[in-house]
């Protein structure tokens, strides 16, 4: 079984410098998504799924959030005696400034366990899949190291997680490319990879010995010579959130009810944090077209192509059309708001107008009052 097999290591601070506006409060892993789930949700959830009871979430910064998130890990059935899952910060001067002098300083985290394998996971990417099959590819091609990549453009540069492959015919990888940007559709590998646990510390400690602290170069780069490299392919559903426009995108991108099935696959549930709110109230002269409305709402205006979050309050004659408000925020009577991203804890005054694109959505910063 994959859950006797595998430690799972889900970084939560992946690619903040490119989301600074999103994680000025908050890890990656924190960040709103679908209106009511949290990003860290997926990762979490795929390990769940695939039988993988031992997880470590790297958080290096801006945590508090998130572990009041993912508290115990009872919503992912991570609630254990053994094993479940554990909240790895930075302690004493052990940096976590890299990649690689993360995993180098966890190494103790890393070698208790009898596990054979470490899956290493971004909180960053929006996808639901099985690792087992990963495991099974890998057992199968006798790899070492096996990325999991999807097909697609690369526009935006990502952080040191990704990297574009070439690949053969069989799967094996035969070069690694970093700081990926492809208008053409190339192999993305997504951040997900599954390495033997030997392997990885090796390369590792070769890498920090020499003072070389890029993932992807000195580490990846260099097992193309000595290891099986191989990459599985994930055919569903697959977002990197990058940025602020790709964040909307993303977002807006489910609101599609066949997009929004391959995501919310009933036999691999996304699971999150409950929160016990009412049900949303809709008043008598309210619109709602399109949308997606979370529980505890009061929606008394226009709501169009728009994602509302827990215990939002839209006031009479608001018009919200193509934003994203996520929870706790306060509308104003006749209040207009279009290709909005509006944080946490927001207050609109009456009347205001707030416009942005979509190619460029406005943001609206955590407990604004506008």
């Known amino acids: 079984m994959a859950s ?8 939560a601070n992946t690619n903040e410098k490119h989301l ?32 993988i009871n031992n997880v470590g979430i790297v958080a ?15 919503a992912w059935d991570l609630a254990r005696r053994r ?25 103790g985290y890393i070698e208790h366990g ?35 990549y999807t097909k697609c453009t690369v526009n935006e540069i990502t952080d040191d997680f990704r990297c574009i492959l070439d690949i053969d015919d069989s799967g094996k990888v035969t070069k690694i490319m970093a700081s990926p940007v492809d208008d053409s559709v190339c192999n ?21 010995s020499e003072s070389k602290y890029s993932f992807v170069r000195d580490v990846l780069q260099k097992s193309l010579d000595r290891h099986r490299v191989y990459a599985y392919e994930l055919t569903g559903y697959c977002e990197i959130i990058s940025s602020v ?33 009412a049900p949303s109230r809709y008043g008598l002269n309210c619109n709602v077209k399109g949308s997606l409305i979370a529980q505890g709402c009061f929606i008394n205006g226009i709501v169009e192509n728009s994602i ?19 929870q706790d925020c306060i509308i104003g009577d006749k209040a207009e708001l279009v290709n909005l991203v509006v944080d946490k804890d927001v207050n609109v005054s009456r009347a205001s107008k707030l416009q942005g694109t979509q190619n460029y959505p406005m943001y609206i910063a955590k407990k604004s009052i506008v």
């Open 245 to 277: 426009k790709s964040y909307y995108d993303a977002n807006m991108k489910i609101m599609d009810r066949d997009t929004r099935y391959k995501l919310f696959d009933n036999r691999r549930p996304i699971y999150t944090k409950v929160r016990d709110d």
């Open 114 to 148: 009898d596990e054979d394998y470490i899956l290493i996971s971004p909180s960053d990417c929006v996808h639901n899949m099985d690792y087992s099959k990963v495991l099974n590819f890998a057992e199968k091609n006798h790899a070492d190291i096996t990325f999991v």
């Open 188 to 208: 993305l590998d997504i951040g997900v990879m599954l390495m033997k646990k030997t392997v990885l510390m090796a390369l590792v400690r070769q890498a920090m």
């Open 4 to 11: 006797n097999r595998i430690l799972g290591l889900i970084f």
């Open 60 to 74: 290096k910064s801006n945590f508090m959030s998130l572990m009041d998130h993912v508290g115990s890990g009872s």
């Open 308 to 326: 509302i979050s827990k215990g939002v309050y839209i006031g009479h004659d608001a018009v919200i059309k193509n934003c994203i408000v996520m």
């Open 20 to 51: 600074p506006e999103l994680t000025a409060y908050r890890s990656t892993g924190s960040v709103p998504f679908g209106g009511k789930y949290r990003l860290i949700d997926f990762p979490l959830s795929n390990m769940s799924n695939s039988g």
């Open 83 to 107: 094993s479940g899952l554990s909240i790895l910060p930075p302690y004493g001067e052990h940096s976590f400034a890299t990649l690689v002098e993360t995993i180098f300083n966890l190494h």
